[in-house]
C-alpha cells in the first residue's frame, strides 16, 4: 500500500507515487475501462492524478472526466493536479499561429474553469503553471491565484519547470506558498540536481513531483552511448537488489534523492503501476546510486 506524504510545510497530503494521464488520449479505453484503471490504483494507494490542460490535444481531462463521473464518489479518494499556461496549436485553437505561453490572469481562470469542466470536479487541488512564461507578471499571477483561492476553486498552487530563480521570484509575491516544482528526473536527464533546483526544495522542505521518471523509453531502446551505459549498470543492479525489472532500479534511484521526489507513473497498464508500487521496497546504496550518475555523465566523479 503506497503512503500518504505532506509535500511541503503547509500541505497538502499526496500519495507517494502519483499517476499520470498524459497520455490516456492513447490508452484506447472506454469509460468503464477507465474507471477500472482508476479504482485499482486508489487500491494501492496512489490517490494522486496528474494531469494539465493541453495533454492528449485538450482530451485528456475529458476522458477522465467521463470515468469519474461514472462514480462521483471517488473523488473524495483523490488528489488532483492539473497544469496550465501552454497555449497549443491544435485543431481545437485554429485562430493561434504558433505555441506559446500565457500566464496572463485572464488565461489562467479560464484554464481553471475548463479544467473544472472537464474533469467534472468543483475544487482543483493543485494547479500548477506547466512552463515559464518569459512575460509572467509575477504580481498578476499573485492575484489570479489568490482570487481562485478565494472562490473555492484551487486549493494549492504549484509550478512545473521552474529555475530556482524563477521559483523564488513568484513565491517572493505570494501569500500562499508553492507547495511543488514538478521537473524531469531520470537517469538520463537530472540537470535539477546540478542547478539548484532539488537544492532549494530540499531547503524549503518542498517535495520535487518528477516526470519522465524512464526516460520516455530512451533508457530501455535508446542506443546512444549514454543510454547504452545506464543500461547495462541499471540491470546490473536489478541482479544485485532483486528488482524484477530496471522499471522498479529507476524508481529506487530517484527516490534517493535526499528532496525525496513523488514519482509519476505513466502507464496505463495496472500490472507496471503495481511494479512500480513494488518498487517502494527497494533501496540503493550511495555507491550504487553514483554508479549510475556516473555511468550517465561518462566520467567518474570530481
Not at 178 to 201: K, R, S, Y
Request: net charge negative; with cysteine; glycine share 6%.
Amino acid at each position: 500500500m503506497v503512503a500518504k506524504v505532506t509535500i511541503a510545510p503547509q500541505g497538502p497530503d499526496f500519495s507517494e507515487l502519483v499517476q499520470g494521464y498524459w497520455r490516456l488520449a492513447d490508452w484506447g479505453m472506454t469509460p468503464q475501462e477507465r474507471l477500472t484503471f482508476i479504482k485499482q490504483h486508489l487500491e494501492l494507494g496512489i490517490t494522486t492524478v496528474d494531469h494539465a490542460d493541453i495533454y492528449g490535444n485538450y482530451e485528456c481531462e475529458v476522458l477522465f472526466g467521463e470515468a469519474l463521473a461514472l462514480e462521483p464518489s471517488l473523488r473524495e479518494q483523490m488528489q488532483i493536479v492539473t497544469k496550465c499556461d501552454i497555449q497549443l496549436c491544435s485543431d481545437k485553437h485554429p485562430e493561434r499561429k504558433i505555441n506559446h505561453y500565457d500566464t496572463s490572469s485572464a488565461h489562467i481562470y479560464q484554464s481553471v474553469n475548463n479544467s473544472l469542466e472537464r474533469l467534472g470536479v468543483s475544487e482543483i487541488d493543485v494547479l500548477l503553471i506547466h512552463r515559464l512564461d518569459v512575460l509572467l507578471d509575477a504580481d498578476e499571477v499573485a492575484e489570479a491565484f489568490a482570487e481562485l483561492h478565494k472562490v473555492g476553486k484551487v486549493k494549492h498552487f504549484g509550478v512545473s519547470n521552474f529555475t530556482p530563480s524563477q521559483f523564488s521570484l513568484l513565491q517572493s509575491r505570494l501569500g500562499k506558498p508553492l507547495v511543488t516544482n514538478q521537473v524531469e528526473i531520470n537517469p538520463l536527464n537530472f540537470n535539477v540536481a546540478d542547478d539548484g533546483t532539488l537544492d532549494q526544495l530540499q531547503m524549503l522542505r518542498t517535495r520535487p513531483m518528477a516526470w519522465s521518471c524512464l526516460g520516455g523509453g530512451e533508457i530501455f531502446k535508446g542506443q546512444s552511448e549514454q543510454a547504452v551505459r545506464v543500461r547495462n549498470v541499471l540491470e546490473e543492479l536489478r541482479e544485485e537488489i532483486g528488482a524484477e525489472s530496471i522499471d522498479q532500479v529507476i524508481y529506487a534511484w530517484v527516490r534517493r534523492l535526499p528532496s525525496k521526489p513523488l514519482a509519476i507513473v505513466g502507464s496505463g497498464k495496472i500490472e507496471r503501476v503495481q511494479s512500480a508500487v513494488a518498487a517502494l521496497d527497494l533501496e540503493l546504496t550511495r555507491e550504487q546510486w553514483y554508479r549510475v550518475w556516473v555511468a550517465s555523465k561518462g566520467h567518474g566523479v570530481p
